[in-house]
């Protein structure tokens, strides 16, 4: 685990995660933060809800939008603990968040430092600041323990 302190978003993001994982989901938390202040917060649910799209940061993305008012999410911050794939990415994209912080990198499906490169990609209208690692080993052996008890 990490030696120093975690921004609160990013334990509150690991929160949700084992509260997803808890429930049979993935485990994988998103937390949206606009001036300091959380606007919106979601775990993995597609099981729960039967719905393909659930996932962490696009449930985070709607409800912050409609907390806002707004479907430009210009000056907030995602926190997430998995590198999002590539329809997280575009939700990101066209919700013009400033900032992506996530936890761990995905490898597998991920699709911003893997696979499709959302954010490089020249159709790209919007690039957000990304920032990758923090909260990361944490993330990891929750999704590495949700896997290991599910084989």
Not at 69 to 78: I, M, V, Y
Not at 104 to 116: F, L, N, T, Y
Not at 121 to 143: D, K
Request: glycine share 8%; proline share 7%; net charge negative.
């Amino acid at each position: 685990m990490t030696n120093w302190p975690l921004p609160p978003p990013m334990l509150r993001a690991l929160t949700l995660a084992r509260k997803g994982g808890d429930a049979g989901e993935v485990p994988i938390g998103a937390v949206i933060v606009k001036d300091g202040v959380v606007i919106a917060e979601a775990n993995n649910s597609p099981r729960t809800d039967h719905d393909p799209t659930a996932h962490a940061e696009i449930t985070a993305i709607r409800r912050a939008a409609k907390a806002l008012g707004d479907e430009r999410l210009t000056d907030c911050e995602l926190w997430v603990t998995l590198e999002p794939c590539a329809m997280c990415a575009g939700a990101i994209a066209h919700a013009r968040i400033a900032r992506l912080y996530y936890a761990a990198s995905d490898p597998k499906g991920g699709a911003v430092e893997h696979g499709a490169r959302v954010f490089e990609q020249e159709q790209c209208l919007h690039r957000p600041e990304v920032y990758s690692g923090i909260g990361e080993a944490e993330a990891a052996e929750l999704l590495k323990g949700f896997f290991r008890e599910r084989r």
